[in-house]
Nanobody
Protein backbone atom coordinates (compact mmCIF):
# COMPACT_ATOMS: atom_id res chain seq x y z
CA UNK A 1 0.00 0.00 0.00
CA UNK A 2 1.09 3.55 -0.73
CA UNK A 3 0.13 6.52 1.43
CA UNK A 4 -0.43 9.69 -0.56
CA UNK A 5 -0.71 13.31 0.59
CA UNK A 6 -1.61 16.05 -1.87
CA UNK A 7 -0.81 19.73 -1.45
CA UNK A 8 -0.68 22.91 -3.47
CA UNK A 9 -4.35 23.55 -4.10
CA UNK A 10 -5.96 26.92 -3.62
CA UNK A 11 -7.80 29.80 -5.21
CA UNK A 12 -6.45 31.28 -8.44
CA UNK A 13 -7.74 33.63 -11.11
CA UNK A 14 -8.54 32.29 -14.56
CA UNK A 15 -5.40 32.19 -16.67
CA UNK A 16 -3.22 31.61 -13.64
CA UNK A 17 -1.13 28.63 -12.60
CA UNK A 18 -0.85 26.21 -9.71
CA UNK A 19 1.43 23.27 -9.02
CA UNK A 20 0.05 20.34 -7.11
CA UNK A 21 2.32 17.95 -5.28
CA UNK A 22 1.68 14.42 -4.08
CA UNK A 23 4.08 12.96 -1.54
CA UNK A 24 4.14 9.18 -1.36
CA UNK A 25 5.29 6.78 1.31
CA UNK A 26 5.05 3.05 1.72
CA UNK A 27 5.61 0.75 -1.23
CA UNK A 28 8.53 1.63 -3.49
CA UNK A 29 7.48 4.82 -5.25
CA UNK A 30 9.71 4.28 -8.24
CA UNK A 31 7.71 1.15 -9.11
CA UNK A 32 4.32 2.89 -8.82
CA UNK A 33 2.45 4.40 -11.72
CA UNK A 34 0.87 7.67 -10.64
CA UNK A 35 -2.27 9.44 -11.72
CA UNK A 36 -4.19 12.63 -11.07
CA UNK A 37 -7.97 12.66 -11.09
CA UNK A 38 -10.47 15.36 -10.22
CA UNK A 39 -14.06 15.62 -9.11
CA UNK A 40 -16.18 18.72 -9.48
CA UNK A 41 -19.38 19.23 -7.44
CA UNK A 42 -22.21 17.12 -8.81
CA UNK A 43 -19.96 15.35 -11.31
CA UNK A 44 -18.21 12.02 -11.46
CA UNK A 45 -14.50 11.72 -10.81
CA UNK A 46 -12.55 12.08 -14.05
CA UNK A 47 -9.07 11.29 -15.26
CA UNK A 48 -6.65 14.20 -15.61
CA UNK A 49 -3.12 12.87 -16.13
CA UNK A 50 -0.97 9.81 -15.48
CA UNK A 51 2.61 8.68 -15.71
CA UNK A 52 3.80 5.11 -15.71
CA UNK A 53 6.61 3.88 -13.47
CA UNK A 54 8.12 2.20 -16.53
CA UNK A 55 8.64 5.46 -18.41
CA UNK A 56 7.12 6.38 -21.71
CA UNK A 57 4.93 9.29 -22.56
CA UNK A 58 2.51 10.63 -19.95
CA UNK A 59 -1.22 10.51 -20.57
CA UNK A 60 -3.58 13.49 -20.42
CA UNK A 61 -7.27 14.05 -20.80
CA UNK A 62 -8.30 16.09 -23.80
CA UNK A 63 -9.51 18.88 -21.54
CA UNK A 64 -6.08 19.52 -19.99
CA UNK A 65 -3.63 18.46 -22.71
CA UNK A 66 -1.32 21.34 -23.55
CA UNK A 67 -2.05 23.16 -20.27
CA UNK A 68 -1.16 20.61 -17.57
CA UNK A 69 2.06 18.68 -17.12
CA UNK A 70 2.58 15.64 -14.91
CA UNK A 71 6.06 14.81 -13.67
CA UNK A 72 7.70 12.76 -10.96
CA UNK A 73 10.79 12.93 -8.81
CA UNK A 74 11.59 9.44 -7.60
CA UNK A 75 14.33 10.74 -5.31
CA UNK A 76 11.71 12.78 -3.45
CA UNK A 77 8.90 10.22 -3.76
CA UNK A 78 6.76 12.96 -5.23
CA UNK A 79 4.59 13.43 -8.29
CA UNK A 80 3.60 16.88 -9.52
CA UNK A 81 0.85 18.37 -11.62
CA UNK A 82 1.76 21.74 -13.11
CA UNK A 83 -1.43 23.47 -14.15
CA UNK A 84 -1.23 26.48 -16.45
CA UNK A 85 -3.84 28.64 -18.15
CA UNK A 86 -6.39 27.55 -15.59
CA UNK A 87 -10.06 27.85 -16.41
CA UNK A 88 -13.12 28.02 -14.15
CA UNK A 89 -14.09 24.55 -15.39
CA UNK A 90 -10.88 23.20 -13.83
CA UNK A 91 -12.40 23.85 -10.41
CA UNK A 92 -12.54 20.55 -8.55
CA UNK A 93 -11.02 18.45 -5.81
CA UNK A 94 -7.86 16.94 -7.25
CA UNK A 95 -6.79 13.48 -6.16
CA UNK A 96 -3.48 11.70 -6.50
CA UNK A 97 -3.55 7.93 -7.05
CA UNK A 98 -1.02 5.12 -7.28
CA UNK A 99 -0.96 1.66 -8.76
CA UNK A 100 1.81 -0.97 -8.65
CA UNK A 101 1.62 -1.76 -12.36
CA UNK A 102 2.63 0.03 -15.52
CA UNK A 103 0.05 1.84 -17.59
CA UNK A 104 -0.01 1.78 -21.35
CA UNK A 105 -3.28 3.56 -22.10
CA UNK A 106 -5.18 6.38 -20.39
CA UNK A 107 -6.23 4.72 -17.13
CA UNK A 108 -9.54 4.44 -15.31
CA UNK A 109 -9.84 5.32 -11.65
CA UNK A 110 -10.70 1.74 -10.66
CA UNK A 111 -7.20 0.70 -11.78
CA UNK A 112 -5.66 2.63 -8.89
CA UNK A 113 -5.87 1.01 -5.43
CA UNK A 114 -4.28 3.84 -3.45
CA UNK A 115 -5.65 7.38 -3.14
CA UNK A 116 -4.85 10.61 -1.37
CA UNK A 117 -7.36 12.73 0.50
CA UNK A 118 -7.60 15.36 -2.24
CA UNK A 119 -6.82 19.05 -2.53
CA UNK A 120 -9.27 21.75 -3.60
CA UNK A 121 -8.53 23.85 -6.67
CA UNK A 122 -10.81 26.81 -7.30
CA UNK A 123 -10.45 28.95 -10.41
CA UNK A 124 -12.26 32.27 -10.29
CA UNK A 125 -13.49 33.88 -13.48
Amino acid sequence: QVQLVESGGGLVQAGGSLRLSCAASGRTFSRASMGWFRQAPGKEREFVAAISWSGGRPFYSDSVRGRFTISRDNAKNTVYLQMNILKPEDTAVYYCAARPLAIATPPKDHQFPDWGQGTQVTVAS
